[in-house]
T-cell receptor, first 111, second 114 residues
Framework: RKEVEQDPGPFNVPEGATVAFNCTYS??????FFWYRQDCRKEPKLLMS???SGNEDGRFTAQLNRASQYISLLIRDSKLSDSATYLC????????????FGAGTQVVVTP | EPEVTQTPSHQVTQMGQEVILRCVPI?????FYWYRQILGQKVEFLVS????????KSEIFDDQFSVERPDGSNFTLKIRSTKLEDSAMYFC????????????FGSGTRLTVV
């Protein structure tokens, strides 16, 4: 099993719709999780951190399911500017340690 | 908002040449990292640096690679003898003591080895 696994997509989403996708991780001891957004050929930018059951920031909601070892990201009321690749990131040990990246889920929001 | 700054943004070098990629992490951060991303692939960890020494390195980070923090602000990655397969985006990142806020990545250096 890969350390961090994501559905590569693309998820084609009409503007205004809701989209959700998951990320599975292999290390049951992981305590913190991050969603990063990456635009084409740009650096990853932190979108959300998840430490307990979930986190919400505006239109974005992250949920953590420790029993099944996955985290999800839900985007409500999608905007054209939400088109990007969303990277699931899991520190190998603690928040300061090596980050393990998923390959990313591509989201394309269409007018 | 504090930024991690990387220079140059793009470097083209001939195979076998040495390159130095430069980074200025956020000033009060203590942990520093280099990651790379080959075009179309996922971001990969290279090395982490704390308290003026390497704390962890990956299999990719072989003897051709080295890191330095020469003056308390710059953080450099040197590749001694570049190979074609070193062509990638190289991202510097840093994180403060409050790890909860996640890493801040620099905008990257695109290294092209010809």
């Amino acid at each position: 099993r890969k350390e961090v696994e994501q559905d590569p997509g693309p998820f084609n989403v009409p503007e205004g719709a809701t989209v959700a996708f998951n990320c599975t991780y292999s290390n049951s001891a992981s305590q913190s999780f991050f969603w990063y957004r990456q635009d084409c050929r740009k650096e990853p930018k932190l979108l959300m951190s998840v430490y307990s059951s979930g986190n919400e920031d505006g239109r974005f909601t992250a949920q953590l399911n420790r029993a099944s070892q996955y985290i999800s990201l839900l985007i409500r009321d999608s905007k054209l500017s939400d088109s990007a690749t969303y990277l699931c990131v899991v520190p190998k040990t603690d928040s300061w340690g090596k980050l393990q990246f998923g390959a990313g889920t591509q989201v394309v929001v269409t007018p | 908002e504090p930024e991690v700054t990387q220079t140059p943004s793009h470097q083209v070098t001939q195979m076998g040449q040495e390159v130095i990629l430069r980074c200025v992490p956020i000033s009060n951060h203590l942990y520093f990292y280099w990651y790379r991303q080959i075009l179309g692939q996922k971001v990969e960890f290279l090395v982490s640096f704390y308290n003026n020494e390497i704390s962890e390195k990956s299999e990719i980070f072989d003897d051709q690679f080295s890191v330095e923090r020469p003056d308390g602000s710059n953080f450099t990655l040197k590749i001694r003898s570049t190979k074609l397969e070193d062509s990638a985006m190289y991202f510097c990142a840093s994180i403060g003591e409050q790890g909860d806020y996640g890493y801040t990545f620099g905008s990257g250096t695109r290294l092209t080895v010809v």
